[in-house]
């Protein structure tokens, strides 16, 4: 018997990890890196020729979100590896094994508890019931709960410069990469639309679960999304309004049954189809994906979840963005 959580591994893989250097700034002590990043990546011993997947997780969280570590079976890396997908998966600057240093990158919020649990991910409150995707324990002491609190973290409170320096770094991994479909999550959304806006060439599609939003929404302590939805300036047309660089980027918005985000994820849609992206909304209830939170990709069901968006990418995410 396997123990808990391991799963089945498919034979012949390959598998490495890098990391990208951060800016180099001059100091009194000589240069410096300003927000590197680490990436772990994992592809099929034979290139399948399914494009290349860059997952890119929430605010406070970190790649190991994409590969299963609390209740499913497998996570999202994994299953995306098996249908023949490549996958980088970045922790984005101060995040995961990527460095924070409060010097040079600022404060962060405090790290999540069970609360901060319970308010985002696995609600305790009235949407519990209708949270059936999450079938594991909610509190203090059981794994799956225990499992989610520990890998989560803070988040930078400069939020217009954490999403800056999450967009240079995928920048640069995508140009090792080469045209790769982006799956960005919550808070690490506004790094994907700033990316794909400026290397459209280097992105064949974006899939945003549930992303941060609305567009222009006041955040608090961490500031305001200025431009839409990211809080750094994005290539707008001569009206101010249009998204030219992401015209010819098919995008798909992902938006789970019990999260409470449907309202403004379908506020973030229209503002990028007014902008002339070519965008879908999945609303996963509606293809008999029924009960999941804001943590869609880690759920029991996330199998079901990641066959819709992978029918998607076959449909949508063959051919790189417009040079």
């Known amino acids: 018997m396997r123990p808990p959580h391991e799963v089945a591994e498919p034979q012949h893989r390959r598998r490495g990890a890098f990391w990208l250097p951060g800016d180099l700034q001059d100091g009194d002590g000589g240069p410096w890196q300003l927000g590197p990043a680490f990436v772990q990546w994992e592809a099929p011993a034979e290139l399948s020729g399914r494009p290349p997947l860059v997952l890119v997780h929430g605010g406070g969280g970190q790649s190991t979100d994409w590969l299963g570590t609390t209740g499913a079976e497998a996570g999202w890396a994994e299953l995306a590896v098996r249908t023949g997908h490549p996958v980088y998966?970045?922790?984005?600057?101060?995040?995961?094994?990527?460095?924070?240093?409060?010097?040079?990158?600022?404060?962060r919020t405090p790290f999540p508890d069970y609360a901060g649990l319970a308010f985002?991910?696995?609600?305790?409150?009235?949407?519990?019931?209708?949270?059936?995707?999450?079938?594991?324990?909610?509190?203090?002491?059981?794994?799956?709960?225990?499992?989610?609190?520990?890998?989560?973290?803070?988040?930078?409170?400069?939020?217009?410069?954490?999403?800056?320096?999450?967009?240079?770094?995928?920048?640069?991994?995508?140009?090792?990469?080469g045209p790769a479909v982006l799956v960005t999550a919550s808070a690490g959304a506004p790094g994907g639309w700033l990316a794909a806006d400026r290397r459209p060439d280097l992105v064949r599609a974006v899939v945003a679960l549930e992303p941060l939003g609305p567009p222009y929404q006041d955040l608090g302590v961490l500031g305001r999304l200025d431009h839409g939805p990211a809080a750094v300036p994005l290539t707008?047309?001569?009206?101010?309004?249009?998204?030219?660089?992401?015209?010819?980027?098919?995008?798909?918005?992902?938006?789970?049954?019990?999260?409470?985000?449907?309202?403004?994820?379908?506020?973030?849609?229209?503002?990028?189809?007014?902008?002339?992206?070519?965008?879908?909304?999945?609303?996963?209830?509606?293809?008999?994906?029924r009960g999941n939170g804001h943590a869609l990709a880690a759920e029991a069901n996330n199998a079901a979840s990641w066959a819709l968006v992978e029918s998607w990418m076959s449909e949508h995410g063959g051919a790189p963005g417009r040079p």
Not at 89 to 106: E, I, K, Q, T, Y
Not at 133 to 142: K, L
Not at 236 to 242: C, K, L, Q, S
Not at 255 to 279: F, I, K, M, N
């Open 236 to 289: 707008r047309g001569p009206d101010g309004v249009a998204l030219p660089a992401l015209a010819g980027v098919p995008v798909c918005v992902v938006t789970a049954e019990a999260s409470g985000r449907l309202a403004a994820d379908r506020r973030t849609v229209a503002h990028l189809r007014d902008a002339g992206v070519p965008v879908q909304h999945l609303y996963l209830a509606d293809h008999g994906v």
């Open 89 to 107: 998966l970045l922790d984005r600057p101060g995040h995961g094994r990527s460095p924070w240093d409060p010097a040079r990158l600022g404060e």
């Open 120 to 177: 985002l991910l696995v609600p305790r409150d009235e949407r519990a019931a209708a949270h059936t995707a999450w079938p594991w324990g909610r509190t203090a002491g059981t794994p799956h709960a225990d499992a989610r609190v520990a890998s989560s973290s803070g988040m930078l409170r400069d939020l217009a410069m954490g999403q800056e320096l999450d967009a240079r770094r995928l920048v640069d991994l995508l140009e090792r990469t």
